[in-house]
């Protein structure tokens, strides 16, 4: 049902106020009155919805004109009607200079009142509608709405904010389904160019040819087909911002074409001899890594600096998973079915946060949904995912400990007596079977450090870790093993309260309580104890986590000789996931060759 549309009477005169409140009621409208035009102004800020201004042009405190100098600058989009039983022309030209919508002489006919007035809402209606869809579109393109805040995207809105308004041309590297065209959205609609188009244009999905068709158009009879002249993408984009997706993709014909537009601002239409201005801020995007691309000979070094001006990496999901309980509720939210938001069984949430997500963002929207579709916008359980993310190591046996406390913040917590930090009779070299249950003589991991790995290890505390593991644990599971230690033993040390175990660990209190709800559930597994005994208490929860990740990889090169598939196999990972963690680590494989 649509809403009241509301009227302010503004007239020293309570008769008159009365019977013009009276006429306008009677046709359905709300109606407010005031006695002076402060009066009018404060009720006008404080009623935050008024639709229309009828007021008198002489009175006491405050007259008309000034009245309508207020809530033009306030509210453009309000009209304001003047009336007056002392109209002249001069009067008349100074209220629409000032931007009166009408001017009425007194004493005014009813039906000369409802006429101007339906006329006027009728101009308000548009001009709110128009304000609420630039709302919604800036809204929707705003840096806001770029999900995250991790650290690393953090990084990127401070770029964003620096570099939206300015001329300067934009290259956004990163891996797909990691958002470039809703960044380079966000760099237009907060650009000066906003108002003006945004082309898109996917470099990768057009032949050579048909892009120099697409990108500078085509005069009639150029080719056979070319029945009427067609301008192109950047003739469309003139004022506007030009983005080219894929530009790694682009041939040289292409890039020597593309160069000559950035340096000169012409372009010529195909079979046309004449050159064209355009004004074009282009912000180019690619997978690819274009200096390798220019290296070997594949990309025009010229056009590189051109698009490079600025340079936005966006990083891939495995390296913001601080930002995955914010997507995930996103796209639980944005996928709502009926009134209900699906939720995620804990177990659910484990695999998500295990999983490496190569597709990064895309592939997370679709696993959601997914999820969605087969829960029927219930709980969304492990079996509702994808076959690959249901395929992660089973988890190591658990021994059942204390049972967990409650902290006075109404959340859960674990008793300080849980056992963290106290003699469980295990010994340093203990290592334990997948069962759970100590073992006298561990091999692989468990094993001794060798002189070998003596060389290769940094810390000593690290060689320990490496110690107590089972023989053949997953990476994966071992670092979710240390991270569910010391999230306890963090609760422990702050007597159950989140706050506190969330600054120990260096968290913020939200990215605790979404790791801690992963084993809130679970009973304490005796690996996590023992690791998170050996680990010094100074660490924050990423160092340590980043640092057992080091050891493990080091020593599963070692033992595979160097040999990086090899080295994939005894940790349990996907070789391309093996050389995204190399690359974390840039001298680690160097050092283990030595």
């Given at each position: ?393 089973e988890p190591i046996a658990i021994v059942p400990s204390e049972p967990p406390s409650f902290s006075h913040e109404g959340g859960p917590g674990v008793s300080p007596r849980a056992g ?175």
């Amino acid at each position: 049902m649509s809403r009241t549309e509301t009227i302010l009477i503004v007239d020293d005169e309570p008769n008159y106020r009365l019977i013009m409140g009276e006429l306008l009621e009677a046709e359905g409208y709300e109606v407010i009155q005031a006695e002076s035009g402060r009066v009018a102004y404060e009720l006008f800020v404080e009623h935050g919805r008024v639709d229309l201004v009828l007021t008198d042009m002489t009175m006491p405190d405050g007259g008309g004109i000034e009245l309508l100098v207020k809530v033009k600058e306030k509210s453009p989009e309000v009209p304001v009607i003047l009336l007056t039983a002392h109209g002249t022309i001069e009067r008349a030209v100074e209220a629409m200079k000032e931007g009166a919508f009408d001017y009425l002489t007194k004493p005014c006919r009813n039906s000369e009142i409802l006429r101007a007035v339906s006329k006027a809402l009728e101009v308000s209606r548009l001009a709110q509608q128009n304000k609420e869809l630039q709302e919604a579109l800036s809204e929707r393109h705003s840096f806001g709405n770029i999900i995250g805040k991790s650290k690393p995207m953090l990084e990127l809105y401070q770029y964003l904010e620096k570099v939206s308004p300015t001329r300067a041309n934009v290259l956004i590297t990163g891996e797909s389904g990691t958002g470039k065209e809703l960044v380079a959205q966000a760099i237009h609609y907060n650009s000066p160019r906003s108002e003006r188009s945004l082309v898109v244009v996917n470099c990768s999905a057009l032949s050579e040819s048909l892009l120099e068709s697409e990108l500078f158009g085509y005069e009639k009879g150029a080719f056979t087909g070319a029945v009427a002249t067609r301008i192109g993408r950047f003739e469309m984009a003139h004022e506007g911002t030009l983005f080219l997706d894929e530009i790694g993709e682009i041939g040289a014909s292409s890039q020597v074409k593309l160069l000559r537009v950035l340096q000169e601002r012409t372009i010529e239409r195909v079979g046309a001899g004449r050159p064209i201005k355009v004004d074009v801020r282009v912000v180019a995007a690619t997978n690819r890594d274009l200096k390798k691309e220019v290296a070997e000979g594949r990309f025009r070094e010229d056009l590189f600096y051109r698009l490079n001006v600025v340079h936005l990496r966006l990083p891939p999901l495995r390296e913001r998973l601080d930002d995955l309980p914010l997507l995930i509720d996103f796209f639980l939210e944005k996928l709502r079915q009926g009134e209900e938001k699906s939720t995620l069984h804990p177990e659910t949430r484990r695999l998500l946060y295990a999983h490496s997500w190569p597709g990064n963002i895309r592939e997370l929207e679709n696993v959601i949904e997914r999820g969605v579709v087969l829960s029927q916008g219930q709980e969304i359980q492990p079996e509702d995912l994808p076959e690959e993310l249901r395929k992660l190591p089973e988890p190591i046996a658990i021994v059942p400990s204390e049972p967990p406390s409650f902290s006075h913040e109404g959340g859960p917590g674990v008793s300080p007596r849980a056992g963290y930090g106290a003699n469980n009779g295990l010994g340093a070299n203990a290592g334990f079977n997948h069962n759970g249950s100590p073992e006298d003589a561990p091999r692989g991991w468990g094993s001794k450090p060798t002189e070998a790995m003596e060389a290769v290890e940094e810390k000593a505390w690290t060689r320990e870790l490496l110690t107590a593991l089972p023989s053949g644990i997953p990476l994966v599971v071992a670092l979710d093993a240390l991270e569910e230690g010391l999230i306890r033993r963090a609760l422990a040390q702050g007597e159950g309260v989140q706050s506190r175990a969330a600054e120990i660990l260096g968290l913020k209190r939200n990215v605790f309580k979404y790791k801690w709800d992963k084993y809130l559930d679970q009973e304490p597994t005796v690996i996590a104890g023992v690791l998170a005994e050996k680990t010094p208490e100074a660490l924050d929860l990423v160092t340590a986590i980043e640092e057992l990740e080091k050891a493990m990889l080091r020593e599963a090169l070692r033992l595979s000789q160097g040999a990086m598939s090899r080295a994939a196999d005894i940790l349990g990972l996907k070789k391309n996931l093996m050389t995204y963690k190399l690359k974390k680590y840039p001298n680690l494989l160097a050092s283990v060759r030595e």
